[in-house]
């Protein structure tokens, strides 16, 4: 009778088991042609940069307020958490993701719930954020929830730090100290 329990037991496992692969292979698949989709057809269309195009499009031409743009308060002393679509409004187009298209400087950190020198460095962004009020904007990337941007720019570690400028966009990795981020802020300035 144990021996019966056992294969029952050994069988309903493995169905579950066989059900889990089933699902993350087909939704792995589906995932994997939305990408193809996005990079060979979607990099050409407007609907792809969400974005009106008017000939000389920057990537920066949505009103504030519009579609989760931050509005107001310019460099307001805070870290303001953006999406990957506000990224491309805000901060560089999909086109040409390496030239900064903001209106002044910004900080941009990316950052992750699970990563421990996110959460040492964030004490100094804040800090940062309020020294520099009216002067550099501080913007927040969620990496687990951003992928594209951490694909798009071959981030591979985190925190991963943007200093953006003119049409620069300058990349530090990993934690370092307040007295080293101003630094480079205020060469920036």
Same mark, same amino acid.
């Given at each position: ?57 920057? *990537? #920066?031409?949505? /009103? ?31 086109? #040409? ?29 804040? /800090?940062? /954020? ?23 720019? *071959?981030?591979? *570690? ?16 990993? /934690? ?14």
């Amino acid at each position: 009778m144990k021996t019966i329990i056992k294969v029952a037991l050994g069988i309903v496992l493995g169905f579950f088991i066989l059900i889990g692969v089933a699902t993350c292979v087909f939704s792995f698949d589906s995932d994997e042609e939305e990408t193809e989709y996005s990079q060979e057809e979607g990099t050409d269309s407007e609907d792809y940069y969400d974005v009106e195009e008017d000939g000389d499009n920057d *990537g #920066n031409n949505i /009103a504030p307020g519009e579609a989760g743009v931050p509005d107001s308060n310019w460099g307001d002393g805070t870290c303001r958490s953006i999406n990957a679509k506000q990224f491309y409004q805000l901060v560089a187009s999909k086109r #040409n993701y390496d030239t900064y298209i903001g209106d002044g400087p910004c900080v941009i950190d990316f950052w992750a719930d699970w990563c421990g020198y996110c959460k040492q460095i964030d004490p100094y962004m804040k /800090a940062l /954020a309020k020294k520099y009020k009216g002067k550099v904007q501080f913007y927040k990337v969620n990496a687990d929830e951003n992928e594209e941007l951490l694909q798009l720019y *071959g981030i591979d *570690g985190l925190p991963t730090i943007f200093f953006c400028h003119d049409e620069d966009i300058q990349v530090t990795s990993g /934690a370092q100290s307040q007295a080293e981020f101003d630094q480079i802020i205020q060469e920036m300035l």
